[in-house]
């Protein structure tokens, strides 16, 4: 359900914005295999061997800014080298009990689970919604405009029986579009011009999955987080996802775009 989200939020930002280099959350680790299998990648003609050299640059640039040594790895390569993936994710789970449900957003703070999506009309946005209520189980991505610069919100998901005014609902998830193009936000001190040093003095290493692709487009890194919190039967899932171009030259990467959400479920539900 999260995957599904996520993408069809991403979906709702205009022009493709996170579909630019180093934050295409197609090629991410959360979201390459659902979908490759509906959505099949089209890369461009690059000599896998330029690929694979970048690929293992951006190895050493993990390996030398993570303590990887003891987490499950794995390697998937896409189309005979057209694209090149690691994931390193840690061999005992654990939560990210720091993570913040906080977002400043083009100098507005932002709660997740607390910020009405009315109060969002308050700013100098345009949104843009297909409708002005939400009908059970239904997933509403918003997008917020303002002076070329985007972003994409979700209000709570309807878990009611009748449809409700999108503006009374919750804001449960924010989707920060490509650097260049995205509302600036600053989240736990993470902003479009953070260094990859920047999130780990901010977060650490990642909890759930270190994520590196190499392919025409150039190297990325996709940094998950999360934490789960349980109250009787109803458990609640805060992930935050930190997208980053590498430059592999230079053994340095910087952020380009960050995702923030908030799902509650019940146990019988899973994930």
């Known amino acids: 359900m999260k995957k599904a989200i996520l993408l069809f939020l991403t979906a709702a930002l205009a022009c493709g914005l996170i579909a630019c280099s180093g934050g295409n959350t197609d090629k991410s680790a959360?979201?390459?295999?659902?979908?490759?299998?509906?959505?099949?990648?089209?890369y461009a003609t690059v000599d896998p061997s330029t690929i694979r050299s970048s690929f293992e640059k951006g190895e050493k640039l993990v390996e030398n800014s993570f303590d990887v040594k003891n987490m499950n790895v794995r390697t998937q390569d896409d189309d005979g080298g057209a694209a090149l993936y690691q994931y390193w994710s840690p061999k005992e789970e654990t939560n990210a009990d720091s993570l913040s449900k906080e977002i400043e957003l083009d100098g507005h703070k932002l709660t997740l689970g607390e910020t009405i999506i009315g109060e969002l009309e308050?700013?100098?946005?345009?949104?843009?919604?297909?409708?002005?209520?939400?009908?059970?189980?239904?997933?509403?991505?918003?997008?917020?405009?303002?002076?070329g610069k985007y972003c994409a919100v979700q209000p709570k998901p309807n878990d009611t029986d009748q449809a409700l005014p999108i503006a009374d609902l919750p804001l449960s998830a924010v989707i920060t579009a490509v650097r260049e193009f995205s509302l600036p936000y600053t989240y736990s001190g993470i902003t479009a011009q953070s260094t990859l040093k920047d999130v780990?003095?901010?977060?650490?290493?990642?909890?759930?999955?270190?994520?590196?692709?190499?392919?025409?487009?150039?190297?990325?890194?996709?940094?998950?987080?999360?934490?789960?919190?349980?109250?009787?039967?109803?458990?609640?899932?805060?992930?935050?996802?930190?997208?980053?171009?590498?430059?592999?030259?230079?053994?340095?990467?910087?952020?380009?775009?960050?995702?923030?959400?908030?799902?509650t479920h019940t146990a019988e539900e899973g994930k």
Do not use: F
């Open 122 to 147: 308050d700013y100098d946005w345009k949104l843009e919604k297909s409708s002005d209520t939400e009908q059970p189980n239904e997933v509403i991505a918003i997008t917020l405009n303002k002076d």
């Open 30 to 42: 959360g979201n390459h295999g659902d979908s490759a299998s509906s959505h099949p990648v089209e």
């Open 200 to 263: 780990l003095d901010a977060l650490g290493t990642p909890n759930k999955m270190i994520t590196l692709c190499s392919d025409d487009t150039g190297v990325s890194l996709e940094l998950d987080y999360g934490t789960t919190k349980r109250d009787g039967n109803q458990v609640t899932d805060l992930t935050v996802t930190i997208y980053l171009t590498c430059d592999t030259e230079n053994n340095t990467a910087t952020v380009s775009s960050l995702n923030l959400s908030e799902e």
